[in-house]
């Protein structure tokens, strides 16, 4: 509303995790009730989630990363050419990071609570599932890139985005195939 009150109005929108819901909302996709509600139970949800597990970010591409894998870690982000998070169980992600960290590449443990998009997350599906079903989902009057696979219209698509990797990469350079020449970043901070 505030970048609206100066003139600013999207072409379109791509949200990141969480921040996907706030995408659908300023798009039309979802009223601000609607759009509200689903972030309150997402975060109630996952804040029951036992703690545990960690995230780290890794300056390398998809493919390396990829390849590096170890059973319990899975990358759950891929935010740029060389810009991977991987999430899991804290010793396997902690193993795939210092693989790459003895070969010099930068990794940054994230500061996180739980394991998000990855295994950790099943729990909380189903019901994620059942209050997306809830929701009305409109015709938006802005487009919305998804950054997961699937229709953000369609209720399955929230727990499947809660679980799965986020691509953000791939959802701006669809956003700049679809013609966006510039991006601007809105965040609370």
Known sequence: ALWRSWGVEPDLVVGHSVGELAAAYVSGLLSLADAA?????????????????????????????????????????????????????????????????????????????????????????EDLGRVAASVRFETPSIRMVATSEGDPSQAGYWPHQARNAVFFARAIEQAARLGATRFVEIGPD
């Open 37 to 125: 509600r689903l972030v309150a139970v997402r975060g109630k949800l996952m804040g029951a989630i036992p703690a545990g597990g960690a995230m780290v970010a890794i300056a390398a591409p998809e493919a390396d990363v990829r390849h590096a894998l170890v059973d319990g870690a899975e990358i759950s982000g891929v935010n740029g050419p060389r810009s991977v998070v991987v999430s899991g169980v804290e010793a396997a992600v902690l193993e795939v990071a210092q693989a790459f960290a003895a070969r010099g590449v930068r990794t940054t443990r994230l500061s996180v609570s739980h394991a998000f998009h990855s295994a950790a997350m099943e729990p909380i599906l």
